[in-house]
């Protein structure tokens, strides 16, 4: 092989020189932690919602939204968004936020008017 060629495999370092990072590269990061930061949000408001509520609001059931919502943190962590999983379980969590969030959120707990 010729040495400094990109298929020798004794080449380490980044794709370009002098360390300058790919603008796809960088986007895709951005995705990657985005989504990811999404399908915790939707998980971690999941958590603090009471299960009460749920019912209520006539939608699945708090261990069923946990459960959607952490599986899907997880596989986004695990594949990326980008992936076969990964682009239903950005979904989930965009569900989880725009509908179920809104209608579990609108409920008051007891007499409080706060």
């Not at 408001?45 to 708090?62: C, E, Q, T, Y």
């Not at 979904?91 to 579990?104: F, N």
Request: glycine share 12%; charged share 10%.
């Amino acid at each position: 092989m010729i040495a400094g060629c990109a298929a020798d495999p004794q080449v380490a370092g980044p794709a370009y020189p002098g360390g300058m990072v790919s603008i796809d590269g960088l986007i895709l990061t951005v995705v990657l932690y985005g989504t990811l930061a999404l399908a915790l949000w939707a998980f971690v408001d999941a958590v603090i919602r009471p299960a009460a509520a749920f019912a209520a609001a006539g939608k699945l059931s708090k261990p069923g939204w946990l459960a959607i919502t952490g599986i899907a943190a997880l596989l986004l962590l695990w594949q990326g968004p980008l992936s076969f999983l990964g682009l239903p379980a950005v979904v989930a969590a965009v569900v989880y936020l725009v509908d179920v969030r809104p209608a579990v959120r609108s409920l008051r707990r007891g007499n409080s008017g706060w």
